[in-house]
T-cell receptor, first 112, second 114 residues
C-alpha cells in the first residue's frame, strides 16, 4: 500500500532554472512532511519539512509547498545547481505514529 | 561518532544463510529505525526502537527478520535463511525523539543474496 507516491522517477533541468519535485499522499492522518536528499552510497539526509498547519516553508533555495485538500506537496529548488543532482525522497507521518512513509524517490539531474 | 555508522557496507551471502547487520546510532539518540530500499522502491519501514519501550515490529516482512537494540545503543538486524528477495539496501536511522524531528541516516548495508 503506497501511501506516499512520487510519480516521476526522474527529472532533468538546466542549471539556474527551477526544479519542481512532486509528491502525493493518500492518508489524511498525515500531518508532517519531509524531504530527504540522497547521494549514491550515502544515507538520505534531511532537507526541509513542513507541518500541516502551514502551506509553505522556505529555506534558502528550497521551498516546500503543501496543498492539504489535494493531498499534494512539492519541493521547489531555485536556482538549481549541479550539486543538487541526487535522489529526492518525500516522506510523511502523523504526529503519533512511529513510522514514516517514504515515496519511491525522484532522481534529479541538473545539467551545467 | 558524529554520525550513524552501519556495518558491513556490503554483504554478499548465499541463499539460506543467516546475516547480521549492525547499526551504531548517534550518541544520545533515543530513537532508532531500520528501513530497507529495494530496487525501484521507496524506503520501507521495518522496525522502530524508542528508549526502553517495546519495539514497533509492525514493518518486519516475515518471521525470518528480527532486531535487537542492546543497552539502548547499538542495534543488530538479523535475517535468517536469506532469500533472493531480501536483496536490498538496509538503512538505519536515529533521532532524538520521534519521527518529526527528522532522522539521521547511516550509509546503509547493501545486501545481495545469491
Amino acid at each position: 500500500d503506497q501511501q506516499v507516491k512520487q510519480n516521476s522517477p526522474s527529472l532533468s533541468v538546466q542549471e539556474g532554472r527551477i526544479s519542481i519535485l512532486n509528491c502525493d499522499y493518500t492518508n489524511s492522518m498525515f500531518d508532517y512532511f519531509l524531504w530527504y536528499k540522497k547521494y549514491p552510497a550515502e544515507g538520505p539526509t534531511f532537507l526541509i519539512s513542513i507541518s500541516s498547519i502551514k502551506d509553505k516553508n522556505e529555506d534558502g533555495r528550497f521551498t516546500v509547498f503543501l496543498n492539504k485538500s489535494a493531498k499534494h506537496l512539492s519541493l521547489h529548488i531555485v536556482p538549481s545547481q549541479p550539486g543538487d543532482s541526487a535522489v529526492y525522497f518525500c516522506a510523511a507521518s502523523d504526529y503519533n505514529n512511529n513510522d514514516m512513509r517514504f515515496g519511491a524517490g525522484t532522481r534529479l539531474t541538473v545539467k551545467p | 561518532g558524529a554520525g550513524v555508522s552501519q556495518s558491513p557496507s556490503n554483504k554478499v551471502t548465499e541463499k539460506g544463510k543467516d546475516v547480521e547487520l549492525r547499526c551504531d546510532p548517534i550518541s544520545g539518540h533515543t530513537a532508532l529505525y531500520w528501513y530497507r530500499q529495494s530496487l525501484g522502491q521507496g524506503l520501507e519501514f521495518l522496525i522502530y526502537f524508542q528508549g526502553n519501550s517495546a519495539p514497533d515490529k509492525s514493518g518486519l516482512p516475515s518471521d525470518r527478520f528480527s532486531a535487537e537494540r542492546t543497552g539502548g545503543s547499538v542495534s543488530t538486524l538479523t535475517i535468517q535463511r536469506t532469500q533472493q528477495e531480501d536483496s536490498a539496501v538496509y538503512l538505519c536511522a536515529s533521532s532524538l525523539a520521534s519521527a518529526n524531528y527528522g532522522y539521521t541516516f547511516g550509509s546503509g548495508t547493501r545486501l545481495t543474496v545469491v
